[in-house]
Structure formats: C-alpha cells, structure tokens
C-alpha cells in the first residue's frame, strides 16, 4: 500500500466499502490522505466498530441494581459484591490470530484482557478461557491445541494471575478456525475506578509502557476479515506480548491509580493509539494534539500511520492532570517503564496528529467510535434451510439400546474429547498462584475465587454449547445462559452478570445474521429471566475459513462468561462424599436424545433440535436448589449437562474413588436417560439423616424430584448390571486427550 495513493479502490483494500469511503469524504469535507483513510478502515472495522451488530446487541439487557457502569461505558463491566468492593470482568476472542500464530494470538489474548481489568484500576485475580478445536486426531489441530495451550500457560503463568476454569470442544467447523476466547476476573475498592477518558483542556497526554512497532498493524481489519490458505502472510498482523513487562506495567498502573494525578486511562490493544485517543476523545467530549514523534519506537523508519495503528502489546494511555507530570514520571521511573508525554487535550472533538511539526491526520473523533459516528448496520436476515431439516429427526427411528450395549456407549462417551478430562490442557496453567482459588481441592461446577477479608467468595465459569446453538439459535442461546446460572447455583451462588464473546461467521450471509439475531433474542430472554444483566464483552464475526475456495463457518458460538457471590460457608462441591448417601435427580425427565454428545458422534446424526429446555422450568430449579443449600441438605450438587446423567455421575464419582448404583425408569429409553442432555437437571447427594427434611422442602416445591440410587465404595452398578469399577473409568477420562496427543 503507497502512501501517496487514496482513492476508493484503496479504500477497498483497506476493507472499507465504496459507500463508506464517501461517507469519509463527506465527514472531512475533502478526500482522506493515507494516514487518516488507515485511521477510518481499522476504527470503521467490524473487530473495532461492531457496525453489524451493535443494533442487535443493545437489545440485551444491561441494567442491573449491582451494575456500576453501563454496558460498554468502561473497558469492562463491574459489579458491585459487597463489603465496599467491585468485581470487573470481561471476556474477548482472539481467533484470528491464534488460527496463524497460535502461541503469540492466545498469549496476547491473555495479555489484552487482563490490561482491560487493570487499566480500571483492578488487579486481576483469575482467568478463564473457552476454547474450540477441530477433529482432535487431526495433525493440524494438535499443532493448534499445543501452541495456544502453550501461550495461555505461558503468558499467564509468567504474569501471575490463575487460570480457574474454562472449556475446550472439539468439532471439525473448527478446524481451520479454531475459537480462543479469554476471560479475566479482578477486583477493587469501590471508589478506586479509574475511567476510560480524556478532559480538561491543557492536560497532559502520556504513553507509557513497552515502546511500539510495527507488530499488529491492521490487526482489526485482519480480525475482520476470512482465514483463508494466504492467512500465514498476516503475521505481521499479529502482536507480540511480554508478560514480565505487563506484570510491571500493573504494578505501576495501580499506584498511578492512587496517586491522584489521572484523569483518565485506556489500555491500547486493539487499533493501538488512535483507538485509545479517538475513545477517551469522544467519552469526555474534547480533543487532543498528538506528536507521534515523541512516541518511544522500538524499530526504525516506521511511518505515521502505522505508529497509530501499530497493536504492540503492554502500552496504556494515560491522561494526567497539568502541574502533576512529575508525579506519573517518577512511578514509570521506579518500575522501569516508558513514559512520553506525547501531546495534550483540547478543546472540541479534533483529532490532530504531528509527525515532526507536519500535521499528517485531522480527523473528529466523535465520527471513529462504536455507538457514535461509525457505520451502524441492520443486515438482512433469513432462516436457513437446515433448521427445518433438524425437526424431522424422530427418537423412534434410532434403535434403543440394550443395557449391555449402554456399557459400550459408557465406555465410548467417557472418552470423547469433548466429555474427557481436559487435564492435558489445564495441568499446563498454574491454577494456584496468588492464593485465591478455592476449587482445587473442592471440585464444583463453577470456579470459586476467595475475596479475602470478608465473608464472600465470587464464583465464576465460561458456557456454550455450539451444536445446540447451530441447531437452534434462540433455545441454544438460552441454553448456554442457564447453564451457567446453573453451575453458579449448583456451586452455592447466586448469579449477578454475564460478559459474553459473541463468535459467528460472515454477517452479509443472510443465514448467518439470522442466527446472530436469534442468539440475541434467546440471551436477552434468559439474562432478563436470572437477572443476569449483560455488562460487556467482544463481537467477533468473520469465523470461518475459505479453503481452496470453500467457505466454511464455525457453529455460532455465543460464549456466555458469568460471576456470582457466594458465601464461604455455602460452597457447595460436585463430588460425592461417602458411601451411604442417596442420590436424587432434581427437574424433569424426558425422551430425549436431541444433539447429544452420543446422538452426533457415536450414532453419527448430526441434525436434530436442541435438547429439551424450559426456561420457566429451569429458573424454578434454580431456586429450589439454592433453597436447598441454604438450609444445609445438599452434600453435592451437579448439573446434567454435555454426555448425560452417567457423565454427570462418574464426574462426581471419581474424586473421592466412590461409585453409584442406580435404577434407570422404565418410562425413559436407556440412552436417553443415561446419555440424553436435556436440560434442567441436577443431580445431588443427600445424607440419610437429612432425607425427610429435603423430601418436605422439595413437596413444598413441586419441583420434579426422584430416587435414582446409592453412593457405592467404587462399583459402578445400572439395573444391578456391573458397569466396572470407578477407577477405570477414571484412568479413561483422565488419560484420553493425552494419549491422542502422544500418538
């Protein structure tokens, strides 16, 4: 790309449409020179500006009692958890990158969502990621699931934040597209917040941290864009992190935050400088002067535009209040970090840039910004022709299983990688640095992370199934928000929020934006139904990959990232105790095999509905649950969720080397009500002792409830049928992943 050269075919290769380069024009009153058409087409990106989406989106709801910003008014959501402490949470993808350059996109990703936290004035105190892969077997996912296992671990571990939970599916829409989705978790003082804006005129605006270079220029518009088989040519797209870096930067950024000289500060990912000043810009209603000579550079001979689109990982921009410069120099000083004044803000909404004394962009920042003046769009929409194929499935046309052919279905689905312990991956991680996390050795659906000094720990987890959202956007969309409220309940917690990473393919494809419309509409009704306000998160369309000509999209993938609070002593685990207890299952029982782990890979059927759901029915659930540890009856709660009710049980088996034997229903077909996922069942364990009391809470109820069986010593019993002993089955879950990653 010639610098000299701006018409709108350079426009189109930028990624703008020719409508888009007028709309240019007519803002400036004049044709862009190179440097401000580059400022439009990473700003006017879909990664930047969510210009298909952010119409859809503010249909979620996001206000709550215990929100204390808005939806998208900070760098990440925050809510209030009590003792005069905030909890800040968000979660982004980085897909495109990991699919070129797996080490460095996932370790980045880390790097970027943590900055997001701490630039509020927050110390991260866990992380979470959700993670998509194709077929596991295949030599090309392994190289994939390594290198970003690798540069999570990496970068996290160095930079000392643990990771405490996440999710890792395979399917092969993933395969050339794999899906990295990143959440982080921190806390603060209440009134610590330090806001994302730039105001007063005459003060000081200042980049500090690492120096920039060229990596990550034009990464928004790469993130926008197809992966395709020239993909490997867009590394230098991708940015290059330095956790032992970004570790210093959070020290000096949080004791900058209290040193009372800031006025505002942004973390620069993505779309580097002119991001950070064109946001801060626009929220305080002013304008700055830039000097972009004056910005630490890394490499030589590096031109303007690309100082301002550059993506160099662990830089903020930090507005300081005039007459305390010296303030904010002598803190990046101590901790041996950039720190260039490299202009002021202004009066007006001017966006003015200098390259030694020339004015090379003058640009308003109130037309760059989400939500503001950048492009909002309402695609067209309609239903695709699958969806109407899903419905003829029939139960009835699969034959039903003996019982001796359930203990090879078992000893199948207990393998899966999708079913199988992911300890290959997380074992990789430090789980434990910093002291906080209370799952280790407490094993339940969601992660718990302690809030010391006080009563409340906040319990967190990452949720969605993309086959049920494939096959039914509005009821898998729901469904994803439910199962994590339900994780949190099955946990002892209460839901207060959701973040969420919103993964699709193409949004011009007409059946892609009617599954993005339909997600919305789904997560809108289940947040509104658990009060579960949404308070942020990250759009990522464009997932799919164009391979020798064929375009193929990843399963919508509506990835849900929910906190809750929960009070110590309510910490309720997943894993059976002793011998003795009994077993209930808590909600409806249905035939009911729709989109199971079993129906789609080991019978090979790849169309049918979404698993039975109710929202009405699963909220009441909740509630009796929560009643139900409240009082002290529960000694272990788990949630029915991916491969059924015998995962659900050999899941909570296995800690403590126990068994179970149950008694299937006779109304039920076996692989349904051992394999079959239909949703709003939870399975917990009661003491003898404490069975009339549960059994007069649950009548009181009218939530569905039954006797499945007993806590065993490790035999594994279904209709007196001895299905083996605990412990292989714990050698088969813990070990599969590893042994195909070995072969």
């Known amino acids: 790309m ?19 380069f007028k709309q240019i024009c007519d803002i400036l009153g004049r044709e862009p020179n190179f440097t401000e058409l580059s400022i439009y087409s990473v700003m006017w990106s879909e990664h930047a500006s969510y210009k298909n989406s952010i119409k859809q989106i503010k249909k979620l709801p996001r206000e709550g009692d215990q929100l204390m910003v808005k939806a998208g008014e900070e760098n990440a959501g925050m809510v209030d958890v009590g003792n005069g402490i905030a909890c800040v949470f968000k979660i982004e993808s980085h897909n495109h990158p990991s699919a070129v350059e797996p080490f460095q996109g996932a370790a980045t990703g880390v790097g970027g969502i943590n900055r997001d936290i701490f630039t509020m004035g927050a110390r991260p105190i866990a992380q979470l990621n959700s993670l998509r892969f194709g077929d596991i077997d295949d030599k090309h996912t392994q190289w994939l699931l390594k290198n ?16 405490v939970g996440g999710e890792v599916f395979f399917d092969p829409c993933y395969e050339n ?32 941290g690492s120096s920039t270079g060229k990596d ?39 004791e ?83 720190c260039a004044n490299i202009g002021h803000v202004t009066e007006g909404d001017r966006l003015h840039f200098y390259w030694n004394g020339d004015l090379v962009a003058d640009v308003p920042a109130s037309t760059l910004v989400l939500g503001g003046g950048a492009p909002q769009y309402e695609r067209e929409f309609k239903e695709p022709a699958y969806f109407k194929e899903t419905f003829k499935f029939n139960i009835d046309d699969i034959q039903e299983p003996t019982l001796k052919e359930c203990k090879q279905i078992a000893d199948y689905i207990i393998q899966h990688p999708n079913i199988a312990s992911k300890s290959w991956v997380y074992n990789q991680y430090d789980s434990m640095v910093g002291t906080r996390n209370m799952s280790t050795n407490s094993p339940s659906d969601a992660a718990i992370v302690n809030i010391k000094e006080t009563p409340n720990a906040i319990a967190m987890t990452t949720d969605c199934n993309g086959r049920y959202v494939y096959s039914n956007p509005e009821v898998g969309a729901q469904i994803a928000v439910a199962e994590a409220a339900r994780n949190l309940v099955c ?8 973040t969420n990473c919103l993964n699709f393919g193409n949004p011009y494809v007409p059946e892609t934006y009617w599954q993005f419309v339909n997600v919305i509409k789904g997560m809108s009704e289940a947040c509104k139904k658990f009060n579960t306000p949404v308070t942020g998160g990250n759009v990522s369309f464009y997932n799919q990959a164009s391979i020798n000509g064929k375009v ?25 105790k002793k011998a003795g207890q009994t077993i209930y299952l808590l909600g409806k029982v249905v035939n009911d095999i729709n989109c199971s782990e079993y129906l789609y890979s080991y019978k090979g059927i790849k169309l049918s509905p979404a ?25 272990s709660a788990h949630d029915v969720s991916d491969g059924g009710l015998f995962t659900t049980l050999i899941e909570s088996a296995m800690p403590n080397n126990l068994g179970f034997d149950i008694l299937t229903d006779s109304e039920i077909r076996l692989d349904a009500y051992l394999f079959g996922e239909s949703q709003g069942r939870v399975v917990v364990t009661i003491d003898p002792e404490k069975e009339e009391e549960f059994l007069d809470m649950i009548t009181l109820t009218g939530i569905p409830c039954c006797t499945i069986g007993s806590v065993t010593k490790g035999k594994v019993l279904i209709d007196d049928e001895n299905f083996g002993n605990i412990k292989d089955y714990k050698d088969k879950y813990d070990n599969s992943i590893s042994k195909r990653m070995e072969n």
């Open 216 to 254: 990550g220029i034009h990464g928004t518009t790469f993130a926008s864009a197809d992966v395709t088989e020239n993909s490997a040519d867009d590394i230098p797209s991708i940015q290059v992190g330095d956790p032992f870096q970004e570790k210093l930067l959070l020290e000096a950024t949080l």
């Open 491 to 498: 946990s002892g917690a209460e839901p207060l929020a959701i």
């Open 552 to 576: 193929e999209a990843v399963f919508p993938t509506p990835v849900i990232g929910m906190i809750g609070l929960v009070e110590k002593n309510l910490q309720t685990t997943l894993d059976f």
């Open 2 to 20: 010639k610098n000299s050269v701006v018409n709108v075919e350079t426009a189109k290769e930028l990624g703008l449409l020719p409508e888009e």
């Open 177 to 208: 597209n794999p899906l990295v989705n990143a959440m982080s978790v921190g806390i603060m003082k209440k009134e610590d917040l330090i806001s994302a804006t730039a105001k007063g005129k005459g003060n000081l605006v200042y980049i500090v």
């Open 611 to 635: 698993p039975y759901f109710n929202l009405e029915e699963e909220y009441n659930l909740h509630h009796t649950l929560s009643g139900l540890i409240l009082e002290g009856l529960i000694a």
């Open 148 to 163: 970003v296992t690798k540069g999570i671990g990496s970068y996290g571990n160095a930079f000392g934040v643990p990771v």
């Open 256 to 338: 900058l935050g209290k040193s009372g000289a800031v006025i505002g500060m942004q973390d620069m990912g993505a779309a580097g400088i002119i991001c950070s000043t064109s946001e801060m810009s626009e929220k305080g209603g002013s304008g700055m002067d830039i000097y972009l000579d004056k910005v630490p550079l890394r490499q030589k001979n590096i031109e303007p535009w690309e100082i301002l689109l550059s993506e160099s990982q662990e830089r903020m921009l930090v507005v300081v209040q005039k007459g305390k410069e010296k303030v904010v120099e002598d803190i990046f000083k101590k901790w041996d970090l950039n």
